[in-house]
């Protein structure tokens, strides 16, 4: 079984800075990529950023040139150095492992954790 278990939310004000850090644990062979997505009150889950396990990353526009996604792939670890935080940044925000292999010839599948917190308040 994998586990993914962040952590590093909080309460902030405007400006602030704010470091999650996610951490994969098991059986794990490989994983493709591991991301943030953020679920606000009342909207949509979305893509925070994702980085492959090429280093490829992908951001979403609104974070752009603020957060930065690192990932360490000998540990199974992803981490948002989160920077300039705006009030709609505010959301629970959870890590996500994709096409994970627990074996070579095993089947791919997504993992979630259970989310964190970040709460941006003057």
Do not use: H
Not at 16 to 42: D, E, K, N, V
Not at 92 to 107: D, H, L, T
């Amino acid at each position: 079984q994998v586990r993914l278990v962040e952590s590093g939310g909080g309460l902030v004000q405007p400006g602030g800075s704010l470091r999650l850090s996610c951490a994969a644990s098991g059986s794990i062979f490989s994983i493709y990529a591991m991301g943030w997505y953020r679920q606000a009150p009342g909207k949509q889950r979305e893509l925070v950023a994702r980085i492959t396990s090429g280093d490829t990353t992908n951001y979403a526009d609104s974070v752009k040139g603020r957060f930065t996604i690192s990932r360490d792939n000998a540990k199974n670890t992803v981490d948002l150095q989160m920077n300039s935080l705006k009030l709609e940044d505010t959301a629970v925000y959870y890590c996500n492992a994709e096409r994970v292999r627990i074996c070579v010839i095993c089947p791919e599948r997504d993992y979630w954790g259970q989310g964190t917190q970040v709460t941006v308040s003057s």
